[in-house]
């Protein structure tokens, strides 16, 4: 499967408890994305890579959260001291030069 | 900001009926209009596009058209099957980091 892989595709964790996700996109795809979605909503932008700079963030990527891409191509998500209102299905996507962005399966974390 | 309002589901539909699922946006450039589907179970996947004023997406019977005037990009659909049930999410790309701005969803279910 070529396609972009997130791991693990379910984390429960204790408040307080630091958690980390994994993203790797599509081989190639220089951009990669971060989102958020949780329950009826639509995914919200939390931030984005071109390569292995990290371009933007959305202000919902308080100080607890971290990003980074390596040498630009996998990606770790990783949430320090996880509170109650962290959990939610984490998403990553990659891009190359068309307009199309292609989505993960998602990691479920439910903070306890 | 930018942002993107769809209609509020669930939509219940009888099967071979007629769909349209209202979506608007606010952006401040010309940005690309998407509309992407999640399937029970599985991931996100870009179900069609448009890029500018007047273009229409196409894909799998599902038909929408991007209305510069009316800032609106409804998606429509002549015959609906069981299998199109799932969640509905209208989404915009408007400035160079192409991240994209969802709305809330609408959840489709078609009854045999």
């Known amino acids: 499967d070529t396609g972009v892989s997130q791991d693990p595709r379910h984390k429960i964790t204790k408040r307080g408890q630091n958690v980390t996700f994994r993203c790797d996109p599509i081989?190639?795809?220089?951009?990669l994305y971060w989102y958020r979605q949780t329950l009826g909503q639509g995914p919200e932008f939390l931030t984005y890579f071109q390569n292995e700079a990290q371009l933007e963030k959305s202000r919902l990527l308080s100080d607890r959260f971290s990003a980074e891409r390596p040498k630009g191509s996998f990606s770790t998500l990783e949430i320090q001291r996880t509170e109650q209102g962290d959990s939610a299905m984490y998403l990553c996507?990659?891009?190359?030069?068309?307009?199309?962005?292609?989505f993960g399966p998602g990691t479920r974390l439910t903070v306890l | 900001g930018d942002s993107v309002t769809q209609m509020e589901g669930p939509v219940t539909l009888s099967e071979e009926a007629f769909l349209t699922i209202n979506c608007t946006y606010t952006?401040?450039?010309?940005?690309?209009l998407f509309w992407y589907v999640q399937y029970p179970g599985e991931g996100l996947q870009l179900l069609l596009k448009a890029t500018k004023a007047d273009d229409k997406g196409s894909n799998k019977g599902f038909e929408a058209t991007y209305r510069k005037e009316t800032t609106s990009f409804h998606l429509e659909k002549g015959s609906v099957q069981v299998s199109d049930s799932a969640v509905y999410f209208c989404a915009l790309s408007g400035d160079s980091s192409y991240k994209l701005i969802f709305g809330s969803g609408t959840r489709l279910l078609v009854r045999p």
């Open positions: 081989s190639e795809h220089n951009r």
């Open positions: 996507a990659s891009r190359q030069t068309s307009n199309e962005q292609f």
């Open positions: 952006a401040t450039g010309y940005p690309s």
